[in-house]
């Protein structure tokens, strides 16, 4: 929902989509008024959504039910990094341990020198699944993953505090 909002509305003034690709743009392109800057939180571990390109299309990646092609994460983050006009490669920096006992770690993948301002930051939650980072969990570690102990809503509050609309 948060990708379709920020491609159709110019008043968004950030996003911070978590476990899911941009189908939106996927189906009917991406063309804001504006750069948007982009804070994506997805799990490698995720059994719903996939991260990777090389997963795109996959029919079998499924979760309660749900089948069929999905956008992936990377491709979804790349094509963010595009549209803001972001003119040097991702940079991947993996973040400290702050949880050791959930079995997770955090690589923060950033697209630098982007237009207006705007930032695209992949937090990979390596491990993580299907799960809100930092939650509790809502539904089986069989059926979804593993909730991280990264906390997804500090996250967001620290990227939208940085990212104001003007």
């Known amino acids: 929902m948060s990708h379709r909002l920020a491609c159709k509305w110019d008043k968004v003034a950030a996003i ?20 948007v800057p982009v804070l994506q939180i997805h799990g490698t571990g995720d059994p719903c959504w996939p991260l990777l390109a090389s997963e795109e299309g996959n029919p079998d ?25 972001c003119s040097s490669p991702p940079v991947e920096v993996d973040r400290p341990d702050l949880d050791p006992g ?4 955090v690589t923060e993948v950033s697209y630098p020198a982007c237009a207006g301002g705007a930032e695209v930051v992949l937090l990979r939650v390596n491990g993580g699944g299907h ?20 906390h997804a809503s500090e996250e967001m509050v620290r990227f939208f505090g940085a990212h104001p609309r003007n």
């Open 16 to 35: 911070a989509p978590i476990a899911a690709g941009n189908q939106f743009d996927a189906v009917n392109g991406c063309a804001p008024g504006r750069q």
């Open 61 to 85: 990646y499924t979760c309660t039910g749900i089948t069929g092609w999905r956008r992936t994460v990377e491709v979804s983050t790349g094509r963010w990094a595009e549209i803001d006009g």
């Open 102 to 105: 959930d079995g997770t770690t």
């Open 131 to 150: 799960t809100w980072p930092g939650g509790s969990e809502a539904l089986s570690e069989t059926l979804v993953g593993v909730v991280s102990g990264v």
